[in-house]
């Protein structure tokens, strides 16, 4: 049986088994970071003292994959970290900003800050609660809360802060940035893997 064209040519059969793998290699990748998880470094001081610039962060996509394989929008929980597509940015060149804070509050809740304190109100909390002290058994907001925040959450949205909420630290939901549309989630943050001394579960 006379051999075929790759068995003639081992090197074309090397280098067709070598574009494959690559290949392979480069679908995987992107099915992971599209559905199952994706990582991202932190850049600033917002989320200080919870998060320092140089964390590496794993980002759960998972949970977002299965809410949409739902036909659900995905909703994080109140004092998750989140990271999210800035929906301000806007680069000439198309590259996009992601950031990372802390869920306040959700769709038709009434957020206040008022003398450095922060307050929701919802219809289980009619006369309202303070985030806050939640927070501080998961994190370390720098306390007081800067600015005067008086408003309703908007549909399909949340209210994002910063930990590192002084003067302007922190470019958040209370001002420069507004409410978070919930197609821009990107997912919960789940493990900070490095700097190695600090890997934490959140």
């Known amino acids: 049986m006379e051999p075929n064209f790759l068995q003639r040519h081992p090197v074309v059969k090397d280098a067709i088994s070598l574009v494959v793998f690559i290949a392979c290699v480069l679908i995987g990748t992107l099915f ?3 559905y ?3 990582s991202f470094s932190v850049d600033g001081p917002s989320m200080e003292s919870t998060l320092f610039t140089g964390d590496r ?3 759960n996509r998972l949970a977002v994959t299965i809410a949409q394989l739902k036909g659900e929008k995905y909703i994080p929980e109140r004092e998750q970290i989140i990271v999210f597509k800035n929906p301000n940015f806007d680069d000439v060149i198309g590259r996009e900003e992601y950031v990372v804070k802390r869920v306040i509050a959700f769709a038709g809740e009434r957020v206040t800050v008022k003398s450095g304190v922060v307050t929701v109100y919802n219809a289980e909390n009619p006369t309202g609660f303070n985030p806050d002290a939640e927070i ?4 370390t907001p720098n306390l007081p809360t800067d600015g005067d925040v008086d408003m309703i959450v908007p549909d399909e949205t949340l209210f994002v802060m910063g930990d590192n909420r002084v ?3 922190s470019c958040d ?3 420069c ?3 978070i549309p919930l197609f821009d989630v990107v997912g919960p943050v789940s493990l900070r893997i490095y700097p190695i001394t600090q890997i934490t579960g959140f």
């Open 32 to 34: 992971i970071n599209s």
């Open 36 to 38: 199952i998880f994706r």
């Open 57 to 59: 962060l794993i980002v």
């Open 136 to 139: 501080m058994k998961h994190g």
């Open 167 to 169: 003067g302007s630290y």
């Open 173 to 175: 939901s209370r001002d």
């Open 177 to 179: 940035m507004g409410p």
